[in-house]
């Protein structure tokens, strides 16, 4: 049966000379792989760059339900991004995000909230003026909302460690190295309670951004089984140094 619904493009590759599987983050149906076929092919119907990281899609899509592989009929850019695909930083933390979704989700079900809170990220990173420094942690941090390891909020003056492995702030140190201290859980705090997309900085040091996002990656590898090691977060420290 043929479905109208909007997508965000998340990961692709090739299945054969002329066909690519893509991973769509789908508002109907949570995290799909579409293969398409000929897309490779000089007159295509559907151009390849359409399926770039974190494309925003209006789709017309089909749904066999005893199907793993779906297939796509139609695909156009439903919020024509201004900055991203022009941006070397931009372009980057769409790299990341795309990443990070692309290797901790594994929901095949619709999340209306995980999907609002992707595509307004989305159309936010286009649209942001400010600094990037702090937009891929927050993300990071918030994603965990959506994954069901959101760290309890219980930092105060008493509880200023964090325990990673437990996902929670505690009074003294752990028995095992996977925790953070001051000045980075308080950071880490500040993170968890902000109600912003991230687009504005805090006072947060680059070396301390980096350190964090390095430990919230090392949080989702103690909390999320098969979670794998993220490469484009090193292309981050480098251009958001």
């Known amino acids: 049966?043929?479905?109208?619904?909007?997508?965000?493009?998340?990961?692709?590759?090739?299945?054969?000379?002329?066909?690519?599987?893509v991973r769509i983050y789908t508002e109907r149906f949570g995290l799909r792989p579409y293969i398409i076929k000929g897309i490779r092919k000089e007159h295509s119907r559907i151009r390849p760059g359409?399926?770039?990281?974190?494309?925003?899609?209006?789709?017309?899509?089909y749904n066999k339900e005893k199907s793993s592989l779906q297939t796509v009929r139609?695909?156009?850019?439903?919020?024509?991004y201004q900055t991203i695909p022009f941006d070397?930083?931009?372009?980057?933390?769409?790299l990341y995000v795309s990443e990070l979704v692309y290797k901790s989700i594994r929901e095949e079900e619709p999340n209306q909230g995980l999907f609002d809170f992707l595509w307004d990220f989305c159309t936010n990173l286009d649209s942001s003026k400010g600094s990037l420094n702090l937009i891929p942690l927050h993300f990071t941090v918030h994603l965990t909302r959506f994954l069901g390891i959101l760290p309890r909020q219980d930092y105060s003056p008493v509880n200023r460690i964090f325990n990673l492995k437990e996902g929670s702030f505690q009074k003294g140190f752990p028995d095992h190295d996977f925790y953070l201290e001051d000045p980075l859980s308080g950071?880490?705090?500040r993170l968890l309670s902000s109600e912003s997309a991230g687009m504005e900085?805090?006072?947060?040091?680059?070396?301390?951004?980096?350190?964090?996002l390095d430990k919230m990656l090392q949080y989702y590898r103690l909390h999320l089984s098969g979670f794998p090691g993220i490469r484009s977060h090193t292309i981050l420290h480098t251009v958001l140094s």
Do not use: N
């Open 50 to 61: 359409l399926f770039q990281p974190l494309t925003l899609l209006d789709l017309a899509v």
């Open 201 to 212: 900085e805090p006072d947060i040091p680059s070396q301390a951004r980096g350190i964090l």
């Open 74 to 80: 139609e695909a156009a850019i439903a919020f024509p």
């Open 187 to 189: 950071f880490l705090a």
């Open 1 to 21: 049966m043929l479905y109208k619904t909007r997508g965000i493009a998340i990961h692709s590759t090739k299945f054969s000379e002329t066909s690519i599987i």
């Open 88 to 94: 070397i930083l931009k372009s980057s933390v769409a």
